[in-house]
């Protein structure tokens, strides 16, 4: 463990990291709630932080002077990137691909044809965990703009391609 903040002798001492800007004590010392803060959080100060309190004159009890905390950073899906896989002819079959290169946790992909024909796609042709869209027998109204959706719980992204067929 790296020590990132403390109290100690009526002085705070924030430590040289890259947290060092962005976090400190939420109320004065002694209020007695030692809560603290993080700004402008990045998915790198996901992990596990360990809070430890030592009062002078008191015994030390490892069980009891210790809290710990598991800290997960959610970030939304970063834009994804559609492909289409496969020639648009009549009846081919082709895959349309949608996958984003960043996400915690992982994205969840929805696609759907745009409107003047919206369309909803329902497994086994579309993968969402995968981001795949399978179209078979491919027909001339089947072209269109389709739309893939990334998305978890921090937030959305998404992308289209169009099939001309």
Known sequence: PVQILSYLGGV???????????MG?????LSHNISV??????????????????????????????????LTVLVPPAAPTCQLHGNAIVGANVTLSCSS??????PMYQWQREPPTLQVFFPPA????????????????????????????AGSNNCSIVLEV
């Open 12 to 22: 705070v001492k924030v430590e040289e990291t890259d947290l060092k800007p962005r």
């Open 25 to 29: 004590f939420l109320y004065p010392i």
């Open 37 to 70: 803060f993080i700004n402008a959080t990045r998915e790198q100060d996901s992990g596990q932080y360990m809070c430890s309190v030592n009062v002078v004159d008191d015994s030390i009890r490892v069980d009891k002077n210790v809290g710990i905390i598991n």
């Open 101 to 106: 290169k960043k996400g915690k946790p992982s």
């Open 126 to 153: 579309q993968d969402r965990a995968k981001g795949t869209l399978k179209l078979t027998n491919l027909s001339l109204e089947m072209s269109g703009v389709y739309v893939c959706r990334a998305e978890n719980q």
